[in-house]
């Protein structure tokens, strides 16, 4: 993928310089272009009520690269225990972290409820039985099956082994309220390298049309949506990028009009990880031999 062009020309000058002190290979980072692209996420969705990145550690599971995520005041979306104790390292209050595994052991569990445990988002509903006891607040990620088509990367649903199908979907909620579960987040993850924002906003609207469905069965007040990852970065000189200020305002629109159907608004998360990061570090080695 092309450096970003202000990474570039403030990299190139000195570049000699570092390469010189460390030696190399080595990896460097733009803690300036990092920022950036947080502060332009946090713009977009500035009319938002309330909104979060939860930074998907996968993407760059580097302890510097958490500290500036906290710095910003965002949270992190872990998917292994290692990567919910490089969170915490960092710094993550509970809430402040969102776990995320697939078929995941009641000894893992039992790891993510220390500390105070963290944001716990099961993908399966037979996970209910490892889990004891449930935390005041749970989510569930939501696989809509044939529903939604899938994006080229990551897949059609009806093909994924993630997340609760459309047919569980309430009954997972049900379950959960009637074993004492007080507060509730609804997930999904279904884009992987998007450059289509109009993806994104119909998946908001997925969820928040599921959320309505389910109040109506269960009433339930839902504090959070989450709709994923997956915002994507061009690869390719000349490839567009995605206009994350457009989907902003059209998210906006969805969650404005929800609030004036229903008296409130749920928070709207996300768990960027390459979009944060990607154009943002560069591999810098030594050529040893031209042929």
């Known amino acids: 993928m092309p450096i ?11 570049l ?18 990092i920022r950036s692209t947080g502060q332009r996420l946090k713009n977009a969705f500035a ?59 009641v000894d893992d569990f039992a790891e993510a ?39 080229a990367i990551i897949g059609t649903p009806v093909e994924a082994k993630y997340g609760v199908s459309h047919s569980q ?26 450059l289509n924002y109009a993806y994104m906003v119909q998946t908001t609207q997925m969820l928040l049309e599921l959320i309505e469905t389910i109040h109506l069965q269960l009433a339930i007040d839902f504090e959070f949506i989450n709709i ?16 994350i200020e457009a989907l902003g305002e059209e998210v906006t629109v969805l969650l404005q009009d929800f609030a004036k159907r229903h008296g409130y608004q749920p928070a709207l998360f996300m768990e960027s990880g390459r979009y944060m990061t990607g154009p943002h570090g560069v591999l810098v080695t030594t050529a040893i031999n031209r042929k």
């Open 4 to 14: 970003s062009i202000n990474f570039r020309n403030r990299l190139f000058p000195v």
């Open 16 to 33: 000699e310089k570092i390469a010189a002190h460390f030696s190399t290979p080595f990896h460097i980072y733009d803690e300036i272009g």
């Open 47 to 105: 009319e938002v009520r309330s909104f979060k990145e939860f930074y998907a550690v996968k993407a760059l599971p580097n302890p510097e690269i958490l500290r500036i995520m906290k710095d910003m005041g965002y949270g992190f979306d872990c998917s292994s225990i290692a990567e919910l104790v490089l969170a915490r390292e960092a710094g993550a209050e509970p809430e402040d972290i969102m776990f995320t595994s697939n078929n995941t052991s």
């Open 113 to 151: 409820a220390k500390d105070g445990g963290c944001i716990l988002n099961l993908d399966d509903i037979s996970l209910l039985d490892k889990v004891d006891p449930l935390p005041e607040l749970l989510c569930f990620r939501y696989n809509p099956g044939e529903r939604r088509t899938g994006n």
């Open 169 to 194: 979907i309430v009954d997972a909620f049900r379950q959960a309220k009637e074993r004492g579960v007080k507060r509730f987040g609804l997930h999904t993850m279904l884009a992987s390298n998007e």
């Open 228 to 243: 994923g990852g997956g915002l994507g970065i061009p690869y390719h000189p000349g490839e567009p990028a995605l206009d």
